[in-house]
């Protein structure tokens, strides 16, 4: 069974701290994809990252990094120097094959306010 | 401009109605994915469709119906028979369904049952 847990709810943190949300998953697959999303106050998902399940390397886009491990089953993702418009709720996903398609399974996402 | 639409974005039912939720997509995509999200919840697959004139039961199929006659339009019914369809709608498209490529959002339909 795929499955994705984000344990934390809900986080506020004051403008310019670090922050990192966290993301575990399971899968019995040995190739798989994951992804990060963002959903904003206007309600779309906005698409961040995806990485391999061969690819551990860290990943870096500006303020935003990713720590892939799989030895801990973990893809946690961190926002330095955070700003009031990194305010949204993320979304942490495991794509895995069912009946001939590649489809998402979601975790429940953590809301992260920043606080001017 | 490529992307995904949904229309409309507020949708207010009245008990007994069957709504029809649109999403289409200029992307050239050919699978077509409908998720529902409830508040404090993850996005929650509903139906989806690798092709045209074929879709897919997704986890909560129960009470959602589906077309996919075009390749650019997958239109959701929400029918009578849906117990609780008050929710978020969130619509996605991706480029081959047999790949893992991405799956890209639409700006998604709050429906409201009065």
């Known amino acids: 069974a795929q499955k994705v847990t984000q344990a934390q709810t809900e986080i506020s943190v004051v403008e310019k701290e670090d922050v990192t949300l966290d993301c575990v998953y399971e899968t019995r697959d040995t190739t798989y994809y994951l992804f990060w999303y963002k959903q904003p106050p206007s309600g779309e998902l906005v698409f961040l990252i995806r990485r391999n399940s061969f690819d551990e390397q860290n990943e870096i886009s500006g303020r935003y990094s990713w720590n892939f491990q799989k030895s801990t089953s973990s893809f946690n993702f961190t926002i330095t120097a955070s700003q009031v418009v990194d305010s949204a709720v993320y979304f942490c996903a495991l794509s895995f094959s069912g009946a001939g398609s590649y489809q998402l399974t979601f975790g429940k996402g953590t809301k992260l306010s920043v606080i001017p | 401009d490529g992307g995904i639409t949904q229309s409309p974005k507020y949708l207010f039912r009245k008990e007994g109605q069957n709504v029809t939720l649109s999403c289409e997509q200029n992307?050239?995509?050919?699978?077509m994915y409908w998720y529902r999200q409830d508040p404090g919840q993850g996005l929650r697959l509903i139906y989806y469709?690798?092709?045209?004139?074929?879709?897919q039961k997704g986890d909560i199929a129960e009470g959602y119906s589906v077309s996919r006659e075009k390749k650019e339009s997958f239109p959701l019914t929400v029918t009578s028979a849906q117990k609780n369809p008050t929710a978020f709608y969130l619509c996605?498209?991706?480029?081959?369904?047999?790949?893992?490529?991405?799956?890209?959002f639409g700006p998604g339909t709050r429906l409201t049952v009065l």
């Open positions: 469709s690798q092709i045209v004139n074929d879709f």
């Open positions: 996605a498209s991706k480029e081959w369904t047999g790949s893992t490529d991405t799956q890209y």
């Open positions: 992307l050239n995509h050919d699978a």
